[in-house]
């Protein structure tokens, strides 16, 4: 009989999971926990499943084989229905902010509360929206459309509607996609503010390094769909795993750079692999 899953194991847990989609396998086999309060970036390369983990948290996605777990609740096997209780404890911040353009950052802000309650007294809502904008330096753009923003500032804005409902994770896909450098550090020192003052647990799916180093408590590496790498960023920064340093040090690796050599048709004026050695 597999053992039972305690909350204390962590807040979230997911044991021997396995994700095919079309006879592909994705993901391959992963058990990992995370723990209450802590901030985990997934690092990897394109494809290798980071996302695909993230969705199969929140019961995005079901699993092929194996099990998810919340606070030690098992939720991978339960219905659409029941699955709207433990979703409500998860905020979602999307790669490109995803807000409703045609609503105002307030309307987007209100639009969880109203899915999930009946709102009776506007007035405390009105205030709880300003806390929130207030949370990520926003207070005052409540009759603002999304257009009217930038890029970084609609993400602080969606960063505002994930945390909404007061929720105690919070699923980050590529928060600082798009960004310059400036903007993407302010995502990331909220990503930390939230974690301090919230005591939010975070799961932030991300390409970039500097974000990872910061912000991330513990890195986990993924690569064709297992985990290759899995500690905080000392332990990553000096990883053994050739895969890894490639990653982190954004270096093409020698059979991608052996096709990107070869590919297409050559001509007598382009360069041959030999005037790369």
């Not at 194991?9 to 095919?20: E, P, Q, S």
């Not at 979703?87 to 999307?94: A, D, L, V, Y």
């Not at 909404?164 to 919070?170: C, G, H, M, R, T």
């Not at 000392?234 to 590919?263: C, K, M, T, W, Y």
């Amino acid at each position: 009989m597999a053992k039972q899953v305690d909350k204390n194991d962590g807040i979230i847990v997911i044991r021997n999971l396995v994700k095919r989609f079309n006879g592909k396998e994705v993901l391959k086999n992963i058990s990992l926990a995370f723990e209450k309060g802590k901030t985990t970036a997934i690092i990897g390369p394109s494809g290798c499943g980071k996302t695909v983990l993230m969705k199969h948290l929140i019961v995005l996605e079901r699993p092929t084989s194996g099990e998810v777990y919340f606070k030690g609740e098992r939720v991978d096997d339960l219905s659409e229905r029941e699955l709207s209780r433990i979703r409500t404890q998860f905020g979602f911040c999307f790669q490109m902010g995803a807000l409703f353009d045609s609503l105002t950052v307030y309307e987007n802000i209100v639009f969880p509360i109203r899915q999930h309650h009946k709102v009776d007294n506007w007035r405390e809502v009105d205030e709880l929206v300003k806390r929130k904008l207030a949370v990520v330096g926003m207070d005052g753009y409540q009759e603002h459309f999304p257009a009217s923003l930038s890029g970084g500032q609609q993400k602080r804005v969606a960063l505002a509607r994930a945390i909404a409902l007061d929720p105690e994770v919070i699923l980050y896909d590529e928060p600082t996609t798009g960004l310059d450098p400036i903007r993407s550090d302010v995502i990331n020192e909220l990503i930390l503010k939230l974690q301090r003052e919230l005591k939010i647990t975070s799961v932030v799916v991300t390409h970039d390094m500097h974000s990872a180093y910061k912000i991330g408590d513990r890195i986990i590496m993924l690569h064709e769909g297992k985990v290759i790498a899995d500690g905080d960023a000392d332990h990553i920064r000096n990883h053994p795993h050739s895969v890894v340093q490639q990653f982190i040090h954004g270096q093409v690796g020698e059979a991608d750079l052996a096709a990107l050599r070869l590919g297409g048709t050559r001509f007598q004026t382009q360069y041959g692999p030999e005037d790369f050695e």
